[in-house]
């Protein structure tokens, strides 16, 4: 009888253990895919968050800006224009603060949530140009306190020109950070994406000449 037994009793133990390492296979390939998704979706979230952040330094750079260009064109030595060329060129200042602040970490985050071409296409072209925007407003700027004409390439004019220019290279990384966010192309699912170099050349602090 234990001859006839046997055989089952090994079946059903087989069938048993089996079945179990089935299960657990099945539930920690079920709990791997739960995790990716919970992990892809915080990592989209985060690169929502920079995309703002970065995006939003750069419009409030430009519309400063703008703002201070339309001051130094409209003064004309009245109390009130003066006081309204002092408010904007405080406001510029301010965001200079916070475009120096966030120079290096803002770098960072870029190519940890979006890979290193978006950060190269940030810190080697969309900062410089308006670091290089910014220098001309400066340029103007001082003409104008020394009531003499302005150099070639820092008129108004030519200075409104160059803030234009701006307004294309902003859009366009906002566009493709924002359609990387919408195909979950961020994080360690960004294209190339890799741990960041340890030290990236900084790209250039913007800085003003202080009013004396």
């Known amino acids: 009888m234990w001859e006839q037994l046997l055989p089952v009793v090994l079946g059903f133990a087989l069938t048993t253990v089996a079945g179990g390492l089935i299960a657990r296979r099945l539930q920690d390939r079920s709990w791997e895919r739960q995790n990716e998704a919970r992990l892809r979706e915080q990592a989209v979230q985060h690169a929502g968050d920079v995309c703002r952040s970065v995006s939003g330094l750069l419009d409030r750079r430009r519309y400063r800006m703008q703002r201070l260009l339309w001051a130094i064109r409209d003064d004309d030595g009245s109390d009130r224009a003066r006081e309204a060329l002092t408010a904007r060129l405080q406001a510029y200042d301010d965001v ?19 890979g290193p071409s978006l ?42 020109s160059a803030l234009d220019t701006l307004d294309a290279l ?3 990384i906002t566009s493709d950070l924002t359609v990387r966010i919408r195909d979950e192309q961020v994080g360690r699912w960004a294209s190339g994406a890799g741990p960041p170099p340890r030290r990236p050349r900084p790209p250039g602090r913007a800085s003003r000449r202080r009013r004396r």
């Open 96 to 114: 200079l603060v916070e475009w120096n602040d966030q120079l290096n970490s803002g770098l960072a985050v870029v190519e940890t949530y979006f």
């Open 119 to 160: 950060r190269s296409r940030l810190g080697e072209t969309v900062y410089p140009a308006y670091r290089s925007v910014g220098a001309l407003l400066e340029t103007a700027l001082l003409a104008h306190e020394r009531g003499g004409p302005a150099p070639p390439g820092a008129t108004v004019a030519e200075v409104q």
């Open 170 to 172: 902003a859009y366009d």
